[in-house]
């Protein structure tokens, strides 16, 4: 179903009208280098809350994991719950105070900076850089499918054009305007997808009768649970996968644990807690970002389930089967176009748009300083040129865009959970050890960082079958998909990495004390 063109073109104008004036305004305040990268540290707390929040939903959230709803059922609830309760309040109350204070000391104006300058080490500020330009495009291009499907499953535009098109709005504002630029729009992009999901929401439930009619019918549907994933342990799509089974293991570890913990690591949220003049702008945006983070991914996962039963009631088959070619990230953005009206399309694509736009921005701006500051500078380019961070943040994108291009389908989801993971399983342990040692080990954090993005690397490429199998390294070195058998093939990267990560940290903790204590005690013994 196309959108009435008269009310898509109007309401697009008005909505890039303001985007546009207000990337202006974030290049007309761009006066120095802490401007464009961190803000000039003086953002609104309500600023900061739609930023934060519009930054970590994405597409991911509503079209893909949505998408995986629709397939798996209600039990991705569970991750809305970590997302409140890890990614707004721990990631503000006990991450983002030490992070703001610590980085306005020192100064820190990216998270590999901020590495780097809390262990006085250019090894953790280049490591840090590194990963983030090997591993966040393939994130970045998650986005951009997202995005393009939705444009194209809309408008009936070529994907190509979608993407391209897409892409090439944000790169405009990003590259023009820095962080400022960025959270401004964010700000607005925020208030759009508030304002689109509640809308969603409301409209779903009527569509279906009422709530409480529409949750019976969905919990009635478990018999029509496909053999594939009944065998799998899936129960329902108003019921948590049998414990234990692959499918609980895939919602559990890679899906809830994956994305739940690994936000508290991530770079383009990281660097947002030192955009603030105080910690009390950072009490301040909980209140807003939490209830955000609930209407946001709380809605996406509700809805993507319900899409079981408006299809079955409409068509007679399950979302699954809706979905063209089989790819369920194309569920949400047909189920919108079957089931709202023109105006709400035009509204829920814009919301949309506007999620993909605010995560787009962040990603290329922390590609591009990580490349042209974290990197480029570590290796050899001592001065800071905000000229080499801008034709470096449009390196990053064009790299991004190619990912988009050669991706499979139905890797939205999966994507996103990959660099959370990763990042989590890097630098979660030695983030935390800088934020809360006044002596933090650089020695534990290397081991730490290596043995983290080491480990990650190693089980996906070799036992999480989703990426094994695909990446063809087990298969060409062992002469099978994945080296362990089930369940072990279930279990997401993340569980084996971060832990893992975290050991390698105290065993260089205790590793330096021991150091220390032999260097103290050695004179003394000689005498």
Known sequence: M???????????LVYLIATIALGYIGYRRTKGDDDYLVAGRQVHPVVLALSYGATFISTSAIIGFGGVAAQLGMGMIWLTVLNIGLGIFIAFVFFGKRTRSIGSRLRAVTFPDLMGKCYRSPFMQYAAGIVI?????????????????????????????????????????????GLIAVMYTDALQGGIMLVGMTILLVLTYVSLGGIVEANSALDAMSNLVPQGLAAGGMTGWASMPALGSSIWLTMVTTLVLGVGIGVLAQPQLVVRFMTVRDNRSLNRAVLVGGPFILMMTGVAFTVGALTNVYFYQTEGVIALAAATDGNIDTIIPNFINASMPDLFIVIFMLALLAAAMSTLSSLFHVMGTSLGFDVLQRAGAQKRSMGRIRVATVVMIIVSVILAFVMPGSIIARATAMFMGLCASAFLPAYAHAMYSNRPSLRAAKLSLVAGAAAWFIWTAFVHIKESEPMGLSNLLFGVPAILPMPWQAVDPLVIALPLSAIVLLAGLVLDRHRVSIETEGPAGAA
């Open 133 to 177: 330009v090997i591993a966040m495009p393939l994130y970045t291009a998650a986005i951009l499918i997202g995005g393009a499907q939705f444009i194209t499953s809309t408008l009936q535009v070529p994907y190509t054009t979608s993407l391209i098109a897409f892409a090439a709005i944000v790169a405009l504002y990003v590259v023009l305007g």
């Open 2 to 12: 196309a959108v009435n063109t008269g009310i898509f073109v109007a309401v697009t």
